[in-house]
Nanobody, 121 residues
Framework: QVQLVESGGGLVQAGGSLNLSCAVS????????MGWHRQAPGKQRELVAAVTSDGSTNYADSVKGRFTITRDNAKNTMSLQMNRLKPEDTAVYYCDADAFSLIKRRRENYWGQGTQVTVSS
């Protein structure tokens, strides 16, 4: 069983910062791409940032220059440092990982349960 657990969400004022973390656990052989997504009420889930196993990153235009995604391959963790937060960043944030499960003996995409980020104006 592969599990992803997010942490670090909360309530912050506009202009503030939050750091989200995602920990991957379970019988994993390897993890390729990892990413952060978000879903605001009444909107579709969107990609916020992604990072490959070799550290290449890409960001949604709306967060470029404000958010930074990092990962620690040794610990199977990923973080999202969010600075200069705006009310429109309010959403549930989810992490996902493309991982090879030793139990299922195949690669699948796994998701966390999400963490709420609320930015007040």
């Amino acid at each position: 069983q592969v599990q992803l657990v997010e942490s670090g969400g909360g309530l912050v004022q506009a202009g503030g910062s939050l750091n989200l973390s995602c920990a991957v656990s379970g019988y994993i052989f390897s993890i390729n791409n990892m990413g952060w997504h978000r879903q605001a009420p009444g909107k579709q889930r969107e990609l916020v940032a992604a990072v490959t196993s070799d550290g290449s990153t890409n960001y949604a235009d709306s967060v470029k220059g404000r958010f930074t995604i990092t990962r620690d391959n040794a610990k199977n963790t990923m973080s999202l440092q969010m600075n200069r937060l705006k009310p429109e960043d309010t959403a549930v944030y989810y992490c996902d990982a493309d991982a090879f499960s030793l139990i299922k003996r195949r690669r699948e995409n796994y998701w966390g349960q999400g963490t709420q980020v609320t930015v007040s104006s």
